[in-house]
Every structure is written in C-alpha cells, then in structure tokens.
C-alpha cells in the first residue's frame, strides 16, 4: 500500500470507529474500549506512516539514527489548536499530582492509560473531522442515540423495565441502558449543553450583526476543530 493509501484508510477507520464508538457510549463500555484502541491504534499507524515515508525521502548520506528517530518523533506532534495550551496545562498540573500522590504507581498507570488515551482521541477527532459534513453526521448520530436513551428511560420509568436491557428501575431511580442513575445524569448532561450550544449559534446566526455567515454546525466545526 502507497503512503497514500495507508493514511486515507486509517481516516476511514478512524472516523467509523468514531460513529461506533458514540453510538455504543451508553450501552457498551466493552465496544467503547475496543473502538478507542482500534481509533488509537489507527491514529499511531497514519502519524508513522507520514513520518517515515517524508523522512525517508529527505534523509541526507550519513545522517545519525537518533536524529533521524528524533524527527520522527517529531512527526506525533499535534497540530496547531487552540485547546493545545489548555490541554499542556491540564497535563502538567495531572503529572504533579502524580508525583505527589500517596499511590505513585496507581497515579501514574492512571496518568499513562486513562489521560493519555482521552487526549489522543482528542486529537485523532480535531485530525480526521474535517468536513461539516463529517461533523454533522457524528452529532446527529450523537443526538439519535442520545434520543433512544431518552425514550428507553421514559419507558422504565413507565413499565419499571426498560426495551433495550429489560432493567429494572435502581430505587425507583431510572438509569435506562446505565448502571446507576448518576451515569444517566453524566451522559446527558454532553448532549443537552451541545443542544443549547448549537440553538444558541442558531439563533446568533440569524442576527444580521452576526459576522461569521455560517450555520450552527460550522461554528461548531470553526470554534472546534479548525488549527490556529
């Protein structure tokens, strides 16, 4: 496979792993794990894929192996955002809680496994959504399982069993396709401040004051998405 090919395939699988992964977020944690390791994994093979193949072409006659394995080391380096600074702070106030944890070894397999992983699916998002097409597909799928939770929770609460797992309400609490009503409570809380977002730009974008020209899900994809 060309260099070519292999980054367009790892786009691919990356934005199918992205549509599953939010579709099985409330059902599954077992899907979600697999489709983060499946968009990691996919995101890692694209970045050395373009690493090794600009390098190679370029390299001069005895360059040094370190410097060529710094270079591509180089080429993991995130692309320009505007949450990269956020995001340098968060992890370095993170590490500092490590080194002062009274559980060092935990804290830090928590640091390298959970935080890692969060930031490099974050990235893998802002690198492979690039369309308003892309971003409308995935928020709509978002608001259509969102949907689906929703009614399946009304329906427990109803008929004390839900459709999709037949649980029973906890407590008479409904938790729909959630372990714990507080799970319930988390998830939606994602979906009504993306609604209130996008009906807030909506309604921004109607003023003839409003500069941008574009609709809802391209502010999204502007303020988002869009490098520095």
């Known amino acids: 496979m060309t260099k070519n090919s292999i980054i367009n395939w790892s786009d691919k699988i990356i934005i199918f792993s992205f549509q599953a992964m939010i579709f099985y977020l409330p059902m599954s944690t077992a899907m979600v794990e697999i489709f983060s390791s499946i968009?990691?994994?996919?995101?890692?093979?694209?970045?050395?894929?373009?690493?090794?193949?600009?390098?190679?072409?370029?390299?001069?006659?005895?360059?040094?192996?370190?410097?060529?394995?710094?270079?591509?080391?180089?080429?993991?380096?995130?692309?320009?955002?505007?949450?990269?600074?956020?995001?340098?702070?968060?992890?370095?106030?993170?590490?500092?809680?490590?080194?002062?944890?009274?559980?060092?070894?935990?804290?830090?397999?928590?640091?390298i496994f959970k935080l890692f992983q969060s930031i490099a699916l974050f990235f893998s998002f802002v690198e492979c959504m690039k369309t308003k097409k892309q971003i409308r597909v995935f928020i709509m799928l978002h608001f259509m399982v969102t949907a689906i939770v929703v009614i399946n929770g009304l329906i427990q609460y109803w008929r004390v069993y839900d459709f999709v797992f037949f649980h029973a309400l906890l407590d008479e609490r409904v938790i729909s396709t959630f372990k714990h009503p507080n799970d319930l409570a988390a998830y939606l809380l994602i979906p009504i401040l993306l609604l209130l977002s996008l009906l807030a730009g909506w309604k921004t974008s109607r003023n003839k004051n409003y500069v941008s020209g574009g609709n809802s899900a391209n502010m999204h994809h502007q303020f988002f998405l869009q490098p520095v």
Do not use: D
């Not at 995130?78 to 490590?98: S, T």
């Open 39 to 111: 968009i990691i994994t996919m995101f890692f093979v694209k970045k050395t894929t373009m690493s090794v193949v600009n390098l190679s072409h370029r390299q001069p006659p005895g360059h040094s192996k370190i410097k060529y394995l710094i270079n591509i080391l180089k080429g993991y380096k995130p692309e320009r955002h505007y949450l990269n600074w956020p995001i340098g702070i968060f992890l370095c106030v993170n590490l500092l809680a490590v080194v002062l944890s009274q559980y060092p070894a935990l804290s830090l397999k928590g640091f």
